[in-house]
């Protein structure tokens, strides 16, 4: 089943102890993104990657790092996590930026 | 810069009436311009996208228009059913940076 799978779905953690959420897509796209989303702001982009070692900045990267190692994860980093990072986050693939965006079930940080 | 601005923010419809809700953009260059629905709780998931080499896009009770000069594109829904309460983002893609933005996002109601 194609699919993207985010991993932890939900988590609550403190500020500044370093997590991270992992991102998988099992249909060989080149373009994966991570999007926060939060009332009123829509959907806003964090990363995006081309492809395998090829990331640059969204809308709102501060905060955040992202690594694409492999094709088929890209994972999310927060070194410092602040409680404005919490927020309902989103990992997408597709076959590019002007293509379906197939996203992941979400995963909702909470930072204290 | 890339920037997609989505109305109205709510809106309510009786059912069986129709619904629609405008996005403009702002690069002339811009040429994808998709429609997800997300529905509570779910991930968002496209619905229906259109590209600038046409005007109009259907599929069944959905439709898109899309008004290249006005740089505005709109999604109709037609015959309003309860299921299709949810919020709806419109998109566009941006070539300076190979990034798809997304509006603010619609929360639909339908009323029974």
């Known amino acids: 089943e194609a699919q993207v799978t985010q991993n932890p779905r939900y988590l609550i953690t403190v500020t500044g102890k370093k997590l991270t959420v992992t991102c998988s897509q099992n249909?060989?796209?080149?373009?994966m993104s991570w999007y926060r989303q939060d009332p009123g702001l829509g959907l806003r982009q964090i990363y995006y990657?081309?492809?395998?070692?090829?990331?640059d900045k969204g809308d709102v990267p501060e905060g955040y790092k992202v690594s694409r190692k492999e094709k088929r994860n890209f994972p999310l980093i927060l070194e410092s996590p602040s409680p404005n990072q919490t927020s309902l986050y989103f990992c997408?693939?597709?076959?590019?930026?002007?293509?379906?965006?197939?996203f992941g079930p979400g995963t909702r940080l909470t930072v204290t | 810069g890339e920037n997609v601005e989505q109305h109205p923010s709510t809106l309510s419809v009786q059912e069986g009436d129709s619904a629609v809700i405008k996005c403009t953009y702002s690069?002339?260059?811009?040429?994808?311009f998709p429609w997800y629905k997300q529905e509570l709780g779910k991930r968002p998931q496209l619905i229906i996208d259109?590209?600038?080499?046409?005007g109009e896009k259907k599929d069944q009770r959905i439709a898109v228009t899309l008004n290249k000069t006005a740089k505005h594109f709109s999604l109709h829904i037609t015959e309003t059913q309860p299921e299709d309460s949810a919020v709806y983002f419109c998109?566009?893609?941006?070539?300076?940076?190979?990034?798809?933005?997304f509006g603010t996002g619609t929360r639909l109601t339908i009323i029974p």
């Open positions: 249909m060989n796209h080149e373009y």
């Open positions: 997408a693939s597709s076959r590019g930026f002007s293509y379906e965006q197939y």
């Open positions: 690069d002339s260059a811009s040429n994808y």
């Open positions: 990657s081309m492809n395998v070692e090829v990331t």
């Open positions: 998109a566009a893609n941006f070539f300076g940076n190979e990034k798809l933005t």
């Open positions: 259109i590209r600038s080499n046409v």
